[in-house]
C-alpha cells in the first residue's frame, strides 16, 4: 500500500501567491533559551501551499472549509497530463471520458516549478471553457498543479466562479511531478477551520 504524498512542504522555500502572507513558524518557546519546550506560532495564508478552496473564497454566503464534504474529497481520483503552456481550454480536455471521474486532478507543467521559491506568474490555469467543462460533464473535485486554479490575473476570476459556484470544490497547489497519469484513491483532508475561505491540506494518492 504505496501512499504518494502531492502535498508540497511548508517551509521558507514556498512560492506564495502575490499579496499572500508566506509560510513563517514564529518559535514562542524554545528549550535552547531556557523554556520547557519548544513551541511554535505558524502563520499563513489559507491559500498557501497545498490548499482546498470554499465556495465562500468568492461567494460571501457560500459554505467554509469547515463545512467541505470529507466523502467528496476523499475517493476515486484520477490523474490526467496535459501539456499545454496557456489556459486550458476545454479542446485540451475534450480527448478525455470524464463521465466516471468525480475527482479529476490536473498535472501540467506546473509541477515543476515547485522547489522554486520565486511565484511563476506564467503557470498554467483552468481557462473558462474548461471550467464549464469539467462542471457539464459532473466533476465534484478539481485538483491543479499549482497556487491558483485560474490563471493569473484573469479579469472576473471566470474558473472559481463557475467552479465553486457549482459546487465543485477546488484543491490548489498539488505536486503531481511524481505521479502518472492513471486512477488512484485520494485523500484530502483540508483542517476544519470554521468560517474559513480555504484550508490547508494534506493530500495523498493510494494506487487503486
Ligand atoms: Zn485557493
Not at 469547515?66 to 480527448?95: H, K, N, Q, Y
Not at 506568474?121 to 497556487?147: F, Q, T
Request: proline share 6%; with cysteine; glycine share 10%.
Amino acid at each position: 500500500m504505496k501512499l504518494i504524498d502531492v502535498s508540497v512542504p511548508l517551509d521558507a522555500k514556498l512560492a506564495s501567491y502575490p499579496g499572500n502572507t508566506p509560510v513563517e513558524l514564529e518559535p514562542i518557546k524554545r528549550l535552547a533559551r531556557g523554556d520547557s519546550s519548544n513551541v511554535s506560532t505558524l502563520r499563513m495564508s489559507v491559500h498557501g501551499g497545498t490548499h482546498v478552496d470554499a465556495p465562500r473564497h468568492f461567494f460571501d454566503a457560500g459554505g467554509d472549509a469547515a463545512g467541505l464534504s470529507l466523502d467528496l474529497l476523499c475517493g476515486r481520483a484520477r490523474v490526467i497530463e496535459l501539456t499545454s503552456r496557456g489556459p486550458i481550454a476545454a479542446d485540451d480536455l475534450a480527448r478525455f471520458d470524464l463521465t466516471e471521474d468525480v475527482r479529476l486532478l490536473i498535472k501540467t507543467h506546473n509541477s515543476r516549478l515547485w522547489g522554486d521559491p520565486s511565484f511563476h506568474p506564467d503557470y498554467v490555469g483552468v481557462g473558462e471553457s474548461a471550467a464549464k467543462h469539467l462542471v457539464d460533464r459532473g466533476v465534484k473535485v478539481v485538483g491543479v498543479d499549482y497556487l491558483s486554479v485560474e490563471a493569473f490575473k484573469t479579469p472576473g476570476a471566470p474558473a472559481h466562479h463557475i467552479l465553486l459556484g457549482a459546487g465543485t470544490i477546488v484543491i490548489e497547489g498539488l505536486n503531481l511531478r511524481d505521479v502518472e497519469p492513471g486512477v488512484y484513491e485520494m485523500y484530502c483532508l483540508p483542517l476544519r477551520l470554521v468560517g474559513s475561505d480555504g484550508a490547508p491540506a494534506r493530500v495523498v494518492l493510494r494506487q487503486s
